[in-house]
């Protein structure tokens, strides 16, 4: 495991995120974004706009949404689709599932891989 997947603040955002806990996953996150290693510093940054997407959504800030989890993608696209014990992957095709809903209905979890 890597310094940054051990970190607490990292593994306190997951928790937070997969408790729809959207605004407070990205704060946790911000901790790690601004201290971690440089190779792992654009994947956290990623999951910053997962989390601010899903949270623009639910306020029906729906072209802030789309604007989030464009650059959410951009910024994970050099990353594999695992990456930080996370399923990449799916975080984005879950991410953008939810914002193709009317409603935000899916609450959208993290989930290893």
């Known amino acids: 495991m890597t310094p940054t997947a051990a970190d607490p603040h990292f593994r ?18 911000e901790h790690v974004w601004r201290s971690c290693p440089a190779p792992e510093r654009r994947f956290v940054h990623s999951l910053i706009h997962a989390a601010v997407a899903l949270y623009q959504w639910r306020r029906g800030h729906f072209a802030a949404a789309r604007t989030q989890l464009a650059r959410g993608m951009a ?11 996370l399923d990449a992957a799916r975080l984005w095709k ?9 409603d935000g209905s899916i609450a959208v979890r993290l989930h290893s891989g």
Do not use: Q, T
């Open 94 to 102: 879950d991410v953008a599932a939810a914002l193709d809903l009317p």
């Open 12 to 29: 306190r955002g997951i928790e937070l995120f997969n408790a729809g806990r959207y605004f407070d996953a990205h704060e946790e996150w």
């Open 75 to 85: 910024k994970a696209a050099d990353y594999p689709p695992a990456f930080l014990g």
